[in-house]
């Protein structure tokens, strides 16, 4: 694996990096040692932004200055890929939709389980839900977010990016059973969060994933993907896996993410892993 990796280690110049789980955890900082090594290679003229689930936002873009970087970020890929930011044209892209029919549909199957589902009408802006829950409030009060509460009719009021359902560890297996059973061409589920106490799927439309954002920058920019960098940690990274020249799955990710990725880190979000394998196998190969 070392060596397929080594011989691209002098060509980056994009990364591209997913924060929940891979920068960071939820709500946290920067490791320093990642922090390091970030500002580094960008003081190099590598590019570097975000790739999340998240809508692309002021609260996402802020994270530059919260994790006391020193730079905005190059671009942010938000939604899992169906938004794109670019700081040079200072705008936003949104693409692929999740239509308000299709949103009924899947929040018809979903509403007789113990779920809360969340869309995102305008960023962190204005935020529907099912119910309050533990979540939603930790959420509220993290992003400072106006949240409407209500059932179908509120949540599918608009055609949107994606559809968060969020549930208890333990019926993962129950709810992927009702899934698999209400599968439809016009959307596909992927799991970005679980562990034995909670789990997250997101719906979304089939042409959306996080590497069709990465390609778009790219191709604006004319930057080859194979001198592209990415880094990220659950099944909704896969398609930065696939896209980006070296796709990266931090220890702590998903088997499967790990399975697809070009090389895993030796240690996980926690232990600083993007930091480590950066100045092990990038900065300090040079």
């Known amino acids: ?14 990364i591209a990096a997913d924060i929940d789980g891979t920068l960071c955890m939820k709500g946290e900082d920067l490791m320093p040692l990642t922090r390091s090594a970030i500002k580094k290679l960008h003081a190099e003229g590598v590019k570097f932004g975000l790739a999340t689930g998240r809508p692309v936002d002021s609260r996402v873009l802020s994270y530059a200055e919260k994790w006391n970087l020193g730079f905005p970020f190059d ?8 938004e794109l930011y670019d700081l040079k044209t200072n705008t936003t892209e949104k693409y692929y939709l999740l239509s308000k029919e299709n949103i009924r ?11 809360n589902a969340i869309v995102y009408v305008d960023g962190y802006e204005e935020v529907r839900c099912l119910k309050m829950d533990d979540f939603m409030i930790s959420s509220k009060a993290r992003n400072k ?9 509120t949540l599918a009021e608009f055609d949107t990016g994606k559809v ?39 719906f979304q439309d089939p ?10 920058y790219c191709e604006r920019y004319g930057i080859p993907m194979e001198d592209v960098l990415a880094f990220g940690d659950q099944e909704n990274d896969i398609g930065l896996m696939k896209s980006a020249g070296c796709g990266v799955c931090l220890s702590n990710g998903a088997d499967l993410t790990k399975s697809l990725a070009k090389a895993i880190t030796e240690h996980d979000v926690l232990d600083d892993g993007v930091g480590h394998w950066l100045y092990d196998h990038v900065i300090d190969k040079k």
């Open 105 to 115: 549909k899947i929040l018809a199957f979903l509403m007789p389980y113990d779920i």
């Open 1 to 14: 694996m070392d060596t397929e990796v080594g011989g691209m280690m002098n060509q980056f110049k994009v």
């Open 164 to 202: 968060e359902v969020q549930f208890k560890g333990e019926m993962r297996e129950e709810i992927l059973k009702v899934v698999e059973a209400n599968q439809n061409p016009a959307w596909i589920m992927t799991q970005t969060y679980f562990d034995e106490h909670h789990c997250t799927f997101e």
């Open 207 to 216: 042409r959306v994933n996080k590497g069709v954002g990465l390609e778009k």
């Open 75 to 82: 671009f942010a890929i938000g939604m899992n890929g169906g």
């Open 145 to 153: 977010s106006h949240v409407i509460v209500g059932g179908i009719d």
